[in-house]
C-alpha cells in the first residue's frame, strides 16, 4: 500500500513563526502535492512538485514556500505564520505512470493552528 | 482551466437506502480522468472510485457506481445499501494532462440508523 505521512496532526504555532510542514512517501511517486482544505472551499493546491528540485505555483501560492531536495520529502514553508493560514494542510503523491491517471493518495493532514 | 462544482453541501441517508451525490464539472481537456474521493471524520483521504472520460461504460466499486453523462459534463455517485460507515465528507475532482487535480467544494454525507 502507498503510504504517506506527515510530520505532525496537529500544531500549534504563533504569529510570525517560520513554519515547516513535512511529508514523506514511501511509493517512489514523482509528483507530490500540497493542499490546503478550509469549510466550504474544498481542496485548493498551494504548490506542486513533478520531480526533485522541481516546483510549480499552485492556485494559492502567496504566503508559501517548498522544498525537495529527495524524491520522497515535500516540504511546505509558511515563511511568517499569520492567522489566515490557520487551516488543514493535505500532502499527496502520485506516479508518473501514465500522463492522465492522475490519481492522488493523500497522507493525514497536518491541522495548523495560528495564534 | 478546469472546474468542479458540488451543488450539495450536505445530503443525509437512512441506512440501507440509495443516496445520489451530484457532481458537474467543466474542462477544455480532450481526454480526463473523474474521482470521487471520501474523507471521513478525522481520517485520512481515500479514493472511492474513477472514471476515464473516453470509456462509455460507468464505473462500478462494489456499493459504489457512478452516472457519467459526458456530454451533459455530470458525474454523480451513487451509493448502494449505505452504511454507517459511509458517512463523510465525498469530493469529486477532474484530473487533465498536467498530473493536477480539481476538487469540489465537498458534500457532507450523514447516515441516520
Known amino acids: 500500500d502507498v503510504k504517506v505521512t506527515q510530520s505532525s496532526r496537529y500544531l500549534v504555532k504563533r504569529t510570525g513563526e517560520k513554519v515547516f510542514l513535512e511529508c514523506v512517501q514511501d511509493?517512489?511517486?514523482?509528483?507530490m502535492f500540497w493542499y490546503r482544505q478550509d469549510p466550504g472551499l474544498g481542496l485548493r493546491l498551494i504548490y506542486f512538485?513533478?520531480?526533485?528540485?522541481?516546483?510549480e505555483k499552485g492556485d494559492i501560492p502567496e504566503g508559501y514556500s517548498v522544498s525537495r531536495e529527495k524524491k520522497e520529502r515535500f516540504s511546505l514553508i509558511l515563511e511568517s505564520a499569520s492567522t489566515n493560514q490557520t487551516s488543514m494542510y493535505l500532502c499527496?503523491?502520485?506516479?508518473?505512470?501514465?500522463?492522465?491517471?492522475?490519481?492522488?493518495?493523500f497522507g493525514p493532514g497536518t491541522r495548523l493552528t495560528v495564534t | 482551466a478546469q472546474t468542479v462544482t458540488q451543488s450539495q453541501p450536505e445530503m443525509s441517508v437512512q441506512e440501507a437506502e440509495t443516496v445520489t451525490l451530484s457532481c458537474t464539472y467543466d474542462?477544455?481537456?480532450?481526454?480526463?480522468?473523474l474521482f470521487w474521493y471520501k474523507q471521513p471524520p478525522s481520517r485520512q483521504m481515500i479514493l472511492v472510485i474513477r472514471?476515464?472520460?473516453?470509456?462509455?461504460q460507468n464505473a462500478t466499486e462494489n456499493r459504489f457506481s457512478v452516472n457519467f453523462q459526458k456530454a451533459a459534463k455530470s458525474f454523480s455517485l451513487k451509493i448502494s445499501d449505505s452504511q454507517l460507515g459511509d458517512a463523510a465528507m465525498y469530493f469529486c475532482?477532474?484530473?487533465?494532462?498536467?498530473?493536477?487535480?480539481?476538487f469540489g467544494k465537498g458534500t457532507l454525507l450523514t447516515v441516520n440508523p
Open positions: 512538485s513533478y520531480d526533485v528540485k522541481m516546483k
Open positions: 499527496a503523491s502520485s506516479p508518473t505512470t501514465s500522463r492522465f491517471n492522475s490519481e492522488q493518495y
Open positions: 475532482a477532474s484530473g487533465g494532462s498536467n498530473y493536477k487535480l480539481t
Open positions: 511509493m517512489d511517486h514523482e509528483n
Open positions: 472514471q476515464e472520460a473516453y470509456k462509455q
Open positions: 474542462t477544455s481537456e480532450s481526454d480526463y480522468y
